[in-house]
């Protein structure tokens, strides 16, 4: 241990986790933060010199290299370099910025749009800002980190409520003072479990008690919805959001985040939110990438027809080899292992045999409900999926799992 510090507790939290990565790596099953030196193809990546099947990707769509998306990417730092003259409300904002903007504030069908340099940062800052002291705000169990931390950054009464029970949901507003603002927030895929939140439910109970909607669709954009406009489009409920929160890093394929609602919604937050207001810009070759991309989902359905069948493909195959896929019905999906070393197991095999997966474990998720976070994309071909179902089959039985 080489940090020069007399016990304290940070010296013993610092401790436990490097004895641990020390143990994983010791016993070959570290997998985290691998380099890729090589795309090949949307589908497989070189990963330490092997080509490997990727199963482990957020570019739900395929877009990652995209000619079109590539080469707006390259336009823009032709025109405007590589960064920008500082934050967006003094010299930072570009043509570029509000193009982006007005194509999600249309392709969400809303009246305006706002970005931020991460997806992450867009939950902290705009949860932090709208809401406040004397105010609740009432969030999914399994809702992300960034939600998690902007609810606690916010000062709000922060209650959460079980993963889509929606009794809950309703109790824990019901406990709430009538005249208190209140705000709901779910994500609309749930990142780990991949399953798709009850919207119609969480709608009207919203209704019901005069409460803010705020819908985190990083996992459901260009997935959800005939035209992959999200979760709305997907039940013929459009108009039903207040703050239509997502990113842009993943079926994306770019950085940022955003959030689409009503125009006096995003004034506010252009002028209040310290993300946007004390932090630089998002550069040009990574808006003008997304921007591309959103184009590139209009102009190519087939992508989202074909995601839909490699996840039915992908779900069907594991459930049927015996593993547990909980309520997945989205091209994240869980191979529930339970515990953490199994997970670490199934993934050195494997990766071993050119799957590159990686496994989710406890704090991330429960201990005990330790996983496989498997994703396919629009990239893949069925033959490929079923290789890589019959690799992780086989590691499986041999582990124990099934
Ligand atoms: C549901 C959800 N929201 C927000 C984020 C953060 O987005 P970003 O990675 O673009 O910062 C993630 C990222 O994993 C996510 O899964």
């Known amino acids: 241990m080489d940090i020069h510090k007399t016990d304290d507790s ?79 409300t003094l010299a930072g904002s570009l043509t570029l910025h509000e193009q982006l903007e007005e194509t999600i504030a249309e392709f969400k069908q809303a009246e305006a749009a706002i970005t931020y340099t991460s997806g992450y940062v867009t939950n902290m800052t705009v949860i932090s800002t ?17 939600i998690v931390d902007g609810c606690l950054m916010s000062g709000a009464e922060f209650r959460r409520f ?10 824990r507003l019901e406990q709430a003072p009538a005249e208190a603002a209140k705000l709901v927030v779910a994500d609309a895929v749930f990142s780990m479990d991949g399953d798709v939140v ?7 109970i919203c209704r019901k008690y005069n409460a803010w909607l705020m819908i985190d669709e990083a996992h459901s954009l260009g997935l959800l919805g005939k035209t992959g406009r999200g979760i709305e489009e997907h039940f013929g409920m459009e108009g039903s959001v ?43 070759a990574q808006v003008a990438a997304a921007n591309e ?45 339970g515990s953490d070393e199994r997970a670490f197991a199934l993934t050195r095999t494997a990766q071993h045999n050119d799957v590159f997966v990686l496994p989710v474990v406890s704090p991330a998720v429960p201990e005990g409900l330790a996983r496989l976070r498997a994703t396919v994309t629009a990239a893949h071909e069925p033959e490929e999926i079923k290789r890589a179902m019959s690799v992780i089959e086989k590691a499986g039985k041999e582990i124990g799992i099934i």
Request: one cysteine or more; aromatic letters at 10%; proline letters at 4%.
């Open 293 to 337: 991309a959103f184009k590139v989902i209009l102009d190519e359905p087939w992508r989202i027809e074909k995601l839909r069948q490699n996840a039915d493909l992908f779900i069907t195959g594991l459930k049927s080899a015996g593993f547990d896929t909980l309520l997945t019905s989205t091209a994240i999906v869980p191979v529930l292992c």
């Open 162 to 171: 079980r993963h889509n029970d929606m009794q809950e949901l309703e109790k």
């Open 130 to 146: 709208l809401m406040g002291r004397g105010d609740w705000v009432i969030s999914d169990k399994l809702n992300h980190a960034s």
């Open 198 to 204: 009850d919207f119609p439910r969480v709608v009207e």
């Open 242 to 284: 207040d703050i239509k929160m997502g990113t842009l890093s993943k079926t994306i394929p770019s950085v940022g985040g955003y959030v689409a609602g009503k125009k006096d919604l995003i004034t506010y937050l252009r002028h209040t939110s310290r993300a946007y207001i004390f932090s630089a810009a998002l550069p040009p």
């Open 10 to 88: 940070v010296v013993r939290r610092i401790q436990a986790l490097v004895s641990r990565y020390d143990y994983l790596n010791q016993n070959d099953l570290y997998f985290y933060n691998q380099p890729i030196s090589e795309l090949r193809g949307g589908a497989r990546v070189l990963v330490n010199g092997r080509e490997m099947g990727m199963y482990a990707s957020y570019s739900y769509l395929g877009l990652i290299g995209h000619p079109r998306i590539n080469a707006a990417a390259k336009a823009a730092v032709d025109q405007f370099g590589t960064g920008t003259n500082g934050v967006r």
